[in-house]
């Protein structure tokens, strides 16, 4: 069974840079896209960023593109995301995940607030 583990949140101002990253251990997947979702207070889990297995295609969420970079190295089963230019709105816990076929792992989640 493969576990995730997110770190690299915490309290930024706006403007400010966070890096992100999820660690997994345990049983891996041969072949899985990994990413980012966010859940803001009051509102539902929404997708942040995605990149497939061998890292060449990425995907963000228009609230996001041109600010976040998500990146992996499976040489460490590590995914990274990269987040600039922080707004309060991107105020949310985040949450990584694993992917292969319609199975998916989901990380603890990880606060990040940006204050104004």
């Known amino acids: 069974q493969v576990q995730l583990v997110e770190s690299g949140g915490g309290l930024v101002q706006a403007g400010g840079s966070l890096r992100l990253s999820c660690a997994a251990s345990g049983r891996t997947f041969s072949r899985y896209d990994m990413g980012w979702h966010r859940q803001a207070p009051g509102k539902e889990r929404a997708f942040v960023a995605g990149i497939s297995w061998s890292g060449g295609r990425s995907y963000y969420a228009d609230s996001v593109k041109g600010r976040f970079t998500i990146s992996r190295d499976n040489a460490t089963n590590t995914v990274y995301l990269q987040m600039n230019s922080l707004k309060p709105e991107d105020t949310a816990i985040y949450y990584c995940?694993?992917?292969?076929?319609?199975?998916?792992?989901w990380g603890q989640g990880t606060q990040v607030t940006v204050s104004s």
């Open positions: 995940y694993a992917q292969a076929a319609v199975t998916v792992v």
